[in-house]
């Protein structure tokens, strides 16, 4: 039998702690690497009633589907800001906020006159301001709440699961 030395047992550690780091590189390099994914689609009716249009599904932030979004027949024309919210309103909608509004164009920009609708949202850095979708680009900008606009409702359909 040979005789270990305090040499050969430090070696060896030596040897084990490189291989301890290398698999633990290893180990985060296989976690940083692209992983295939499923995603399900699952089956929705959609009820709409005459003249409305499907705009598109609304995920949330943890990508599962939030609502789907339907745009009502028609649209109002040279309102202010005010006066778009109670024309959605008083069609039983909603004036659509900014995400929604990229769908619109997305998805039924070919609907829309090429002019601006107004968004929901104020604009954030000055209260007398609100954000519109320019359907003839599709930009995003933000215009003093009296100028008048064009109005859309949009309604927000949320499956129920049974």
Do not use: C
């Not at 296989?30 to 929705?44: L, N, S």
């Amino acid at each position: 039998m040979t005789a270990v030395t305090l040499e050969d047992i430090e070696e060896k550690q030596a040897q084990l702690e490189a291989d301890h780091a290398r698999i633990g590189q290893l180990i985060k390099q296989f976690k940083e690497q692209p992983r295939a994914t499923e995603y399900r689609v699952d089956a929705a009716t959609i009820p709409l009633a005459p003249g409305e249009r499907l705009a598109g599904p609304i995920y949330a932030e943890d990508g599962t589907l939030d609502y789907y979004l339907i745009k009502l027949p028609g649209d109002g024309g040279d309102l202010s800001h005010a006066d778009a919210i109670a024309y959605a309103s008083g069609r039983g909608g909603k004036v659509p906020n900014r995400r929604e509004g990229r769908l619109l164009m997305a998805n039924l920009g070919d609907e829309f006159d090429k002019v601006a609708y107004w968004l929901e949202e104020t604009y954030e850095h000055n209260s007398a301001y609100a954000w519109y979708q320019y359907f003839g680009d599709g930009g995003q900008y933000y215009g003093h709440k009296s100028a008048a606009l064009r109005a859309v409702a949009v309604r927000r359909f949320i499956p129920s699961v049974i």
